[in-house]
C-alpha cells in the first residue's frame, strides 16, 4: 500500500522568508500524481499545487513551487515570501487509483 | 454548483443516535469521495463513488457506516448507532474523473458524538 510521510508535524517561517515542508512516499508505480492540499482553519481543503510524476520539471505556482525527485520518491513544498495567510494545516497526497494523505504540518507564519 | 457543498456544517448528537451526512459534488464530477478527519490528523479515506457504484467498501471503519449516490450527484454517508469515537470532521470531495486529477473538496461536517 502506497503511504505518505510528512516528518515535520509544524514548521514556523518569519513573513517575507522562504520555507519548505517536507513529503516522502512508497509506491512501486511509476505513473501517479502528487498534491500538496492547504487546510486553513475554515477546514476548506485548498489544492496548492499537484505534479505528474511523467514530468521531469518541477511544478510552480507564483510562490510556491515543488522540489520532486522521483527516484527517491521525495515531493517538498517550497513556500517563498511567505505571507500572514499561508498560515495552516499543509497536506501532501499521492494518487494513483486511491488517494492518500500524509498526516500534515502545521505552519505557522510570525510576523 | 459553484463548488462542493456539504450539509449539515456541524453535527451534534448522542450517542446511540443515527445521523446522516450529506455532500452535493461539482455539476459533471463523476467520482465522489469520503474522508474523515480527526482532529489534529490527517485525511482518512472511507470510500469512493464512480457513478453511482462504490466498488470498494473496505475503507469503511465498522459496518455501523454506509454511503449511497443517487443520479451521479448527492451522496450521503449514514452512522447508525453513533459511538463518541466518531466524532471528527466528514469530509467530501469529487473530481470530474476518478483516477490521475485532483480532488475538490467540500468544508465538511464537523460531527460530536455526546
Known amino acids: 500500500a502506497q503511504t505518505v510521510t510528512q516528518s515535520q508535524p509544524e514548521m514556523s517561517v518569519q513573513e517575507a522568508e522562504t520555507v519548505t515542508l517536507s513529503c516522502t512516499y512508497d509506491t512501486s508505480e511509476s505513473d501517479y500524481y502528487l498534491f500538496w492540499y492547504k487546510q486553513p482553519p475554515s477546514r476548506q481543503m485548498i489544492l496548492v499545487i499537484r505534479q505528474e510524476a511523467y514530468k521531469q520539471q518541477n511544478a510552480t505556482e507564483n510562490r510556491f513551487s515543488v522540489n520532486f525527485q522521483k527516484a527517491a520518491k521525495s515531493f517538498s513544498l517550497k513556500i517563498s515570501d511567505s505571507q500572514l495567510g499561508d498560515a495552516a494545516m499543509y497536506f501532501c497526497a499521492y494518487r494513483d487509483n486511491d488517494m492518500r494523505f500524509g498526516a500534515g504540518t502545521r505552519l505557522t507564519v510570525k510576523p | 454548483g459553484a463548488g462542493v457543498s456539504q450539509s449539515p456544517s456541524n453535527k451534534v448528537t448522542e450517542k446511540g443516535k443515527d445521523v446522516e451526512l450529506r455532500c452535493d459534488p461539482i455539476s459533471g464530477h463523476t467520482a465522489l469521495y469520503w474522508y474523515r478527519q480527526r482532529l489534529g490528523q490527517g485525511l482518512e479515506f472511507l470510500i469512493y463513488?464512480?457513478?453511482?457504484?462504490?466498488?470498494?467498501k473496505s475503507g469503511l471503519p465498522s459496518d455501523r457506516f454506509s454511503a449511497e449516490r443517487t443520479g451521479e450527484s448527492v451522496s450521503t454517508l449514514t452512522i447508525q448507532r453513533t459511538q463518541q469515537e466518531d466524532s471528527a470532521v466528514y469530509l467530501c470531495?469529487?473530481?470530474?474523473?476518478?483516477?490521475?486529477?485532483?480532488?475538490?473538496f467540500g468544508p465538511g461536517t464537523r460531527l460530536t458524538v455526546t
Open positions: 463513488f464512480q457513478g453511482n457504484s462504490a466498488p470498494d
Open positions: 470531495a469529487s473530481s470530474l474523473v476518478l483516477t490521475g486529477v485532483e480532488q475538490y
